[in-house]
């Protein structure tokens, strides 16, 4: 059955991908069902200023650059290409991330169904797509056409930064007695749950493991696509609510993000070189 998969679609894959473009279908309409509510009924489902001014621009972000990676991956795969494939994971990490912040930060209303059934499909969907890519199959097509170890090190060592904020802004609220903002401890959670995965991912990479190479890919896109959004978000907050524009800071974000683009850059490079032999 390996094979015959292998042969009809020309991707390292185990089984049929149906139920994976299934489901992700069903998380792109439900992302943006979630997002025009989000942006049609702000007052309704963002009772407070600073939930609106956080939460209803990402919506628009999410709209901008969530919802076309995810079916941006899907096409890619549907067409043959390794790098939709690859891609694909990290489309629904982001996904992931981005949602789970919202379960947490958000007071219970009616999208709390929706919030919750993304964090949990984009889950599953992951799980599911890493465990069907045959890892020896895509370390083979790969290997000395990727800088592993960069790519492997920016990855880990940014997880473990992720990490070690989380820690230490929860230790200090602990020691100080003090309550954390709820949409700090929403981004605090998520960065808890997707750490370990950029820990793990990075090092197998950085070792030259086969599951490295099936989750580099996806980790640098889904870090990359972050900072953009991130970018994205900066520029639309001051447009659309009434926070301030802050040029120093988005120049900040975008030096912060060059750390990502580089290596991305470099494995995308080789993974598109490795389509051409």
Request: glycine fraction near 8%; charged fraction near 10%; include cysteine.
């Amino acid at each position: 059955m390996h094979t015959t998969h292998q042969q009809d679609t020309g991707l390292p894959i185990k089984q049929s991908l149906r139920l994976a473009y299934l489901i992700s279908l069903m998380i792109a309409m439900v992302m943006i069902i979630a997002s025009v509510i989000g942006i049609m009924l702000q007052s309704s489902i963002y009772p407070t200023e600073d939930l609106q001014r956080i939460f209803m621009p990402n919506d628009v972000v999410n709209l901008l650059i969530g919802v076309p990676i995810l079916l941006g991956s899907m096409w890619f795969t549907h067409r043959g290409r390794l790098i939709g494939l690859l891609f694909w994971p990290g489309a629904l990490l982001y996904v992931f991330y981005n949602y789970v912040a919202y379960l947490f930060a958000m007071q219970f209303n009616f999208l709390f169904l929706l919030y919750l059934s993304l964090v949990t499909l984009s889950a599953y969907t992951i799980i599911g797509l890493v465990a069907n890519i045959d890892g020896s199959s895509v370390k083979g097509q790969l290997s000395d056409y990727v800088p592993e170890r960069l790519a492997g090190g920016v990855i880990t060592g940014l997880g473990l930064l992720f990490l070690i904020r989380v820690l230490a802004v929860m230790i200090l609220a602990i020691t100080n007695q003090t309550e954390i903002d709820r949409v700090e401890l929403s981004v605090l959670i998520a960065d808890f749950l997707v750490s370990p995965a950029m820990i793990v991912g990075g090092i197998f990479l950085w070792r030259k493991k086969a599951l490295g190479y099936v989750s580099g890919t996806g980790l640098l896109f889904q870090l990359s696509m972050l900072f953009i959004g991130l970018i994205i978000f900066m520029i639309l907050q001051p447009l659309i609510t009434a926070a301030p524009f802050i040029l120093i800071d988005i120049i900040v974000v975008l030096l912060m993000g060059l750390v990502c683009f580089i290596p991305f850059g470099l494995f995308l490079r080789g993974v598109i070189s490795t389509g051409r032999r």
